[in-house]
């Protein structure tokens, strides 16, 4: 079993930056990739950004340019630094690990507001 802990979520104005963090925990744990989805009220969840444990790393249209994802595969980490915000980033962000076996687990999500 896999626990996922996301934390750093907030309100922040237009234009200003933000760090996700989350950390994957549990016995035996084999990371593959890990990921940010976000969803939005009335909205379906999307994803984010993904990063593999090699390091490759793939964005959302919407966010390319002001994202970044990075990872600590020795602390099983992983965090998005989110810059230049916009109101429409508004939504509870999901951690996402996916493991060698193809098991899924979610945090429970952390609410970014951006807004003046």
């Known amino acids: 079993q896999v626990q996922v802990v996301e934390s750093g979520g907030g309100l922040v104005q237009p234009g200003g930056s933000l760090t996700l963090s989350c950390a994957a925990s549990?016995?035996?744990?084999?990371?593959?990739?890990m990921a940010w989805y976000r969803q939005a009220p009335g909205k379906e969840r999307e994803l984010v950004a993904v990063i593999t444990s090699l390091g490759s790393s793939k964005y959302a249209d919407s966010v390319k340019g002001r994202f970044t994802i990075s990872r600590d595969n020795a602390k099983n980490t992983v965090d998005l630094q989110m810059n230049s915000l916009k109101p429409e980033d508004t939504a509870v962000y999901y951690c996402?690990?996916?493991?060698?076996?193809?098991?899924?687990?979610w945090g429970q999500g952390t609410q970014v507001t951006v807004s003046s």
């Open positions: 549990g016995s035996s744990v084999s990371i593959n990739t």
């Open positions: 996402n690990v996916r493991t060698y076996y193809s098991t899924i687990y």
